[in-house]
């Protein structure tokens, strides 16, 4: 016999009980539907908090504390920048270095409370992602950027709705820096350097932190260097050796000294080659350190949930593999004449076991594909009505974009194999059976 006429033998038996044939599948098809919505929510839940996390630069960013050296630990260097944007999946180099000397900071005469200044390197910082409250990224010479708690003194906080106007009210001011340098005395003496603040920094993420900084590039350090002659502007502090009573400088890097870097970060393209450039680095010496490390545990907790509620959805299509099983011995019993007929005119016993397994085969295929359906539409349902209902009843905002449920081709797929597994399976004994119906008894009707 034929595939083609199998099929249409199939397909004439299951029409002559549409209402059985339309329970078993209709148990089956809330079998599937019932696994794949609850998978989804694993699903939905990872998308949902750890890849909205992935593309931000807490996830993509690689710290880079030092470099190994046989005396210890070398500082990061103009080279190893280079070396660093040479590397494949790279989005950007960052990093951020203290000016070492209070630069007494101040906008029409009036010194400006604040807690350091520091260099960045702008054009890096716009590709890493770096997020301003207000006004612009510095483009031009001796433009300046502050921090969104910049001018505050304290007593500002008593006034939520006014935090971060101080710092805003500052755009297009000119800051006066005070870099101090040693005079030809060998006395302290300020000279005036002028800057523009061009943009306010975002608010920090934790509340009782206080970003009071300035933020300014390269040509700006430059000025402070030139006008300091030592590297980030250090001013040198003078010490007395006891034994020799000479006064003498301390700690203090010349302009002949290579200038070294204090914090930075690699920022990766995707958070997926992370730990590939951590391993790079680490070859070559590099200390590094990213969160995405701790992302790996993070997803396995997430890989363990969608596994257990996979198996929990499985049962409920275990349970419809018993309406299965019912419906194809009760087949086998009606068509025991027809087996027979089979049987009588030449039939081999695995054609008649193929027939019987394709009939629980298309059973458990409809009733997948009608599930896949029903599981999608609860799954727009369940994200469309369940942020409202919590934002009313709990009074709890759900972000935009967060997703309680959410069905990838892979979970589809994983779903409709194991119903169309156990429709197999439970088609199995009643397609044995089949093939040991006896011709005269089944002709006589005796089965």
């Given at each position: ?316 299509i275990l349970i419809a593999s018993i ?18 007929i089979m049987k009588a005119i030449g ?101």
């Amino acid at each position: 016999m034929k595939t083609k006429d199998q099929l249409r033998f199939v397909q004439q038996n299951m029409k002559k009980n549409k209402t059985r044939l339309f329970m078993t599948v209709l148990a089956t098809a809330m079998g599937c539907a019932f696994l794949i919505v609850l998978a989804s929510v694993g699903f939905g839940l990872q998308q949902s908090i750890v890849d909205r996390i992935v593309g931000d630069r807490l996830v993509t960013a690689i710290d880079i504390y030092g470099k190994q050296a046989d005396n210890g630990t070398d500082q990061i260097t103009d080279q190893d920048i280079t070396y660093f944007r040479t590397l494949d999946h790279v989005k950007a180099v960052t990093y951020r270095n203290a000016i070492m000397q209070h630069l007494h900071p101040a906008i029409d005469g009036n010194e400006v409370p604040f807690e350091g200044a520091f260099v960045l390197d702008f054009a890096a910082e716009e590709k890493a992602g770096y997020k301003l409250e207000a006004g612009r990224l510095p483009t031009g010479p001796n433009e300046a950027v502050i921090g969104f708690n910049f001018g505050e003194t304290g007593d500002e906080s008593e006034s939520p709705t006014a935090a971060g106007s101080f710092a805003q009210s500052y755009i297009g001011a000119t800051l006066t820096l005070h870099v101090s340098r040693a005079g030809d005395d060998g006395k302290e003496e300020q000279v005036p350097l002028e800057v523009a603040i061009v943009g306010v920094t975002g608010e920090l993420s934790r509340e009782w932190q206080k970003d009071k900084k300035i933020y300014f590039g390269e040509d700006v350090l430059v000025q402070i260097e030139a006008i300091s002659q030592s590297r980030f502007g250090q001013f040198p502090i003078e010490t007395s050796d006891e034994e020799s009573g000479v006064q003498q400088a301390e700690g203090v890097l010349g302009l002949s000294n290579e200038r070294d870097y204090q914090s930075v970060q690699i920022i990766a393209t995707s958070a997926k080659y992370v730990k590939e450039l951590g391993e790079q680095l680490r070859e070559r010496g590099y200390y590094n350190h990213s969160i995405a490390n701790e992302l790996e545990q993070v997803n396995l907790v997430f890989l363990i949930m969608k596994i257990g509620l996979v198996f929990v959805g499985t049962i409920a299509i275990l349970i419809a593999s018993i309406g299965i099983f019912n419906t194809m011995t009760m087949a086998v019993t009606e068509r025991a004449q027809d087996i027979g007929i089979m049987k009588a005119i030449g039939a081999h016993p695995s054609t008649i076991r193929r027939i019987f397994l394709l009939e629980s085969s298309l059973i458990g295929l409809l009733g997948a594909l009608i599930g896949t359906i029903i599981a999608y539409v609860l799954s727009i349902v369940v994200n469309a009505v369940l942020p409202p209902m919590i934002q009313m009843f709990m009074e709890q905002q759900v972000p935009v974009g967060f997703k309680f449920s959410h069905i990838p081709l892979s979970l589809t797929a994983i779903a409709c194999v194991i119903s169309l597994g156990v429709a197999i399976l439970s088609g199995a004994r009643p397609a044995r059976r089949a093939t040991r119906v006896e011709v005269l008894r089944a002709l006589r009707r005796d089965v």
